[in-house]
Every structure is written in structure tokens, then in C-alpha cells.
């Protein structure tokens, strides 16, 4: 059979994802006890509803988010967001990682996936605390330069969040590159082939928004 990881944060409810952002609000619009009386005999349904910000859990970074321009999340095709030939980059202990990091990789038309260990902190004040891993400008640069189809990180963010620029979302997104965040359990992926998913709703007017991303194996 196939085997599926999923590389994924549950969305619970009050949960921090990016520190100064809230956390999402989770509860019942209908809920089964109040559906009794509309349904049969037996029957009973429950209606969700969610308040939260784009930036929850593990999401997928649009163009739009950066560039008023950019393709928003309906405007994406999802040939850049499914079935993308993956390809696992173990980043090691460097907070910055640079082009190094890449170079021996083949990435052109690939999901590019940085793997660094930080989601094992997840959801704690070290996550978010501003010592996180992240893309150095170089490498970035390298990673348009041969035509990366999407990356990804398991880190708070994919920039240095001391630096008010953001060059990793500026170049990517500038090149229509999708970015993903707060990744998890990417250390299950070494040494394996895959093909990785994350396909957010085609919202209008929106530039992020959660995802279940997920590889499917191939050996």
C-alpha cells in the first residue's frame, strides 16, 4: 500500500502559531444537541466554525502575501502545489543556511524541503523566540536561480525575523515560488523518494492559508 506522512500541525483551538498573531477560535455553529430537533429520530449533525488568522498551523505562502500583484491563493495552479517531486535538504545545526546547504541538491521543478529540527519545539516560547533557523539571501537566490518549484521549512520562518526585509519571501514569492511554514516530522522523509502535497483553499484575495501537506512515498 501507499505509504502517506503527513507533515502537518493539528489546528487546535487558542493554539500559538506565529508569536503576536491569535489563535484560532474553534466551536459549534450547530451543535448535535441543538440538531435533534430538525433532524429524525436518531439523527444529529454538527456544524464547525472557525475564526483565526491565515498564519495558523502549517500554511502556504502565496505571492499575494508579499506582492499586491502576486498571484492570491485561487491564482496558484495546482501543478505547483501537488504531486511536486520532493526533494529533502538536512540543514544540520547552522541557524543561517546559506547556499551550501543546497548546492549538491538537484531542485529544478522540485518541492524543496529544509529540514532543521526546530517543529520539535513547537508550540513552545523557544519556537517563536527569535533563534529559529532560516534561509540566508544566498541561498535563496540559488534556489530561484535553478527553478525550485515550491519550499518549504520546518522552522517559525523561512526569513531571519530580526530582519525587517524578509529576502527569503521577497525572492521567492517575487519568482512565484510558494512557500511553506512550520512544517513537521520531515526527518521521516531522509533517504526516501516523494512526492509532496499542500494545496490550500482557492480563497480570492487571500495570499496564506493553512494546509494539510503531506508526502506520499514512492519506494
Request: proline share 6%; hydrophobic share 40%; no cysteine.
Amino acid at each position: 500500500m501507499t505509504e502517506v506522512v503527513d507533515l502537518s500541525h493539528a489546528v487546535e483551538h487558542g493554539m500559538i502559531t506565529y508569536p503576536g498573531l491569535p489563535g484560532p477560535e474553534i466551536a459549534d455553529h450547530l451543535s448535535r444537541e441543538a440538531s435533534r430537533g430538525t433532524y429524525g429520530p436518531g439523527t444529529e449533525f454538527q456544524i464547525g466554525r472557525i475564526s483565526m488568522v491565515a498564519n495558523t498551523g502549517t500554511y502556504l505562502d502565496a505571492p499575494f502575501h508579499r506582492y499586491p500583484d502576486g498571484a492570491d491563493l485561487s491564482e496558484l495552479p495546482l501543478s505547483r502545489l501537488v504531486g511536486l517531486e520532493g526533494v529533502l535538504v538536512s540543514a544540520g545545526e547552522p541557524r543561517a543556511i546559506g547556499r551550501e546547504a543546497f548546492d549538491k541538491h538537484e531542485v529544478r521543478g522540485r518541492a524543496v524541503l529544509v529540514h532543521t529540527g526546530w517543529d520539535r519545539h513547537w508550540r513552545t516560547e523557544l519556537y517563536g523566540g527569535g533563534s529559529h533557523p532560516f534561509l540566508t539571501a544566498d541561498a535563496v537566490e540559488w534556489l530561484v536561480e535553478q527553478g525550485a518549484a515550491l519550499v518549504g521549512i520546518d522552522s517559525v520562518n523561512i526569513d531571519d525575523t530580526a530582519d525587517p526585509s524578509r529576502p527569503a519571501h521577497t525572492k521567492l514569492l517575487a519568482a512565484g515560488i510558494p512557500v511553506v511554514e512550520h512544517l513537521t516530522g520531515l526527518e521521516r522523509l531522509a533517504g526516501r523518494s516523494f512526492a509532496f502535497h499542500a494545496a490550500p483553499p482557492a480563497v480570492r484575495g487571500m495570499g496564506t492559508f493553512t494546509v494539510r501537506a503531506y508526502a506520499v512515498l514512492n519506494d
